[in-house]
């Protein structure tokens, strides 16, 4: 016997088939991403209202469908927590007053120097809002509403107009002329010293459902 027949054969080691996996969320994922998207690039450019109050029922059934779609595929843990938390929100949303996500979402600028061009609320359902009065001339008095459902709210006044400030957010921050309070239920109110006596004077009521408010000259 020589020596080469001594040296044991070692057999090549074949591993298992991989599964295959299932590219069914990274679709159904893609396909709520474009989606939501250009309906917030409609909502910014003024072609729809878009509300969350629809569009958080929506997405739930969406991915219920997708569920049921996929399962014979497999089980999808990762659609089955999605729809936890999208359910979760609906019935916050549900929760809320109808009027607290209205005015659509995204970031909203309003720069008002003109009365005639002052309106008598300004709103966003889901983003920041921002009123810059700094420039504006009044002939007469005035009273706005600003509400936010969720997100940062600013308004900038100009420096010698007498107002009269409520503001209030269930769940954040209220900072007026650098006195700020936060927590839940928040409500700080300011009066110039003034206003009682002023021709010309702006009331202003600011609310926000969750997030922050921020006034200053």
Do not use: C
């Not at 029922?57 to 936890?84: D, K, M, Q, Y």
């Not at 969720?150 to 209220?174: F, H, K, M, N």
């Amino acid at each position: 016997m020589s020596a080469i027949d001594t040296i044991p054969r070692v057999e090549p080691r074949v591993s298992p088939p991989q599964p295959k996996r299932s590219r069914f969320g990274s679709y159904l994922g893609g396909a709520v991403l474009v989606a939501l998207g250009g309906l917030w690039a409609l909502d910014l450019a003024g072609a729809i209202d878009v509300r969350l109050a629809v569009v958080l029922p929506s997405l739930l059934i969406i991915f219920g469908l997708a569920l049921v779609i996929g399962a014979t595929e497999g089980p999808h843990s990762g659609l089955v927590v999605a729809g936890l938390f999208l359910s979760i929100a609906v019935v916050i949303t549900a929760a809320v007053p109808a009027t607290s996500f209205a005015g659509g979402f995204g970031e909203r600028l309003f720069r008002v120097t003109q009365q005639t061009s002052l309106a008598s609320s300004y709103e966003v359902g889901f983003g920041d809002l921002r009123l810059d009065l700094r420039d504006l001339e009044m002939v007469e008095s005035a009273e706005v509403a600003v509400s936010a459902g969720a997100g940062q709210i600013t308004v900038l006044l100009p420096e010698s107009l007498p107002v009269d400030i409520t503001a209030s957010s269930g769940a954040g921050q209220v900072n007026l002329f650098d006195e700020s309070s936060e927590g839940l239920a928040v409500s700080r109110e300011y009066t110039s010293e003034s206003y009682d006596t002023a021709d010309i004077r702006l009331t202003l009521v600011i609310d926000v459902t969750a997030g922050a408010i921020e006034v200053k000259r």
